[in-house]
């Protein structure tokens, strides 16, 4: 099952710019998280934001979550070649409830 | 964040073969733990949900007796292929949830010859 959707579905940028993706998802959560998966490869937990929180940083990484509008978005600042790769949210509602999100594949072009 | 651990990383079988995934809580005992299978270019789908000590909950559509899942410890999960061929070659992935938060393993890699 997922929940959770990621927008855009791609997103090529040149290297050095920002890529913002944005993840909405239908109910309620505990927290949410945000992983890397490299083509072929397995995943990389990038940063996990709880509910009671609006934002995190991480590094390059900068993760907000809106519960009021079911959404968060993940911004990489000064993007490099190597950040190439899909971007999923996973989000946690507690139980036996963990959905993962349709990833966002993102192209950075050196 | 906590650890959770997939073995093997990546795995060729013969058609034919039964092949065993291990998944592990490093850090943290893990009362319930996810399976989730990924297609070419799509996100995880999720097989199976497992409680430490009972049965696993499959999802519609996936066979119980193809996915055999085995969570006998608060600390592993495992999730067996049987008699596998190449249709099932795909990535499968395991999330462990304890008292808090789950996580996500790093996945394995099966391709059946």
């Known amino acids: 099952s997922q929940q959770g959707e990621e927008d855009p579905q791609a997103l090529s940028i040149q290297e050095g710019e920002n890529a913002t993706m944005n993840c909405s998802y239908k109910?309620?959560?505990?927290?949410l998280q945000w992983y890397r998966q490299n083509s072929g490869r397995g995943l990389v937990h990038l940063i996990l934001i709880r509910s009671n929180e609006r934002e995190k940083h991480s590094g390059r990484l900068r993760v907000t979550l809106d519960t009021s509008k079911k959404s968060s978005s993940l911004l990489i600042t000064a993007s490099r070649a190597a950040d190439t790769a899909s971007y999923f949210c996973?989000?946690?509602?507690?139980?036996?409830?963990?959905?993962f999100g349709t990833g966002t594949s993102l192209t950075v072009i050196p | 964040g906590a650890v959770v651990s997939q073995h093997p990383s990546w795995v060729i079988c013969k058609s034919g073969t039964s092949v065993k995934i291990e998944c592990r809580s490093l850090?943290?005992?893990?009362?319930?733990m996810f399976w989730y299978r990924q297609f070419p270019k799509q996100s995880l789908m999720l097989m199976a949900t497992s409680n430490e000590g009972s049965k696993a909950t499959y999802e519609q559509g996936v066979e119980k007796d193809k996915f055999l899942i085995n969570h006998a410890s608060l600390t592993l999960s495992t999730l067996t292929v049987t008699s596998a061929h190449p249709e099932d070659s795909s990535f499968y992935i395991c999330s462990a949830r304890g008292v808090g938060e789950a996580f996500f393993g790093q996945g394995t890699r099966l391709t059946v010859v």
């Open positions: 109910t309620s959560i505990n927290n």
């Open positions: 996973a989000t946690d509602a507690g139980g036996n409830q963990f959905y």
């Open positions: 850090d943290f005992q893990a009362t319930t």
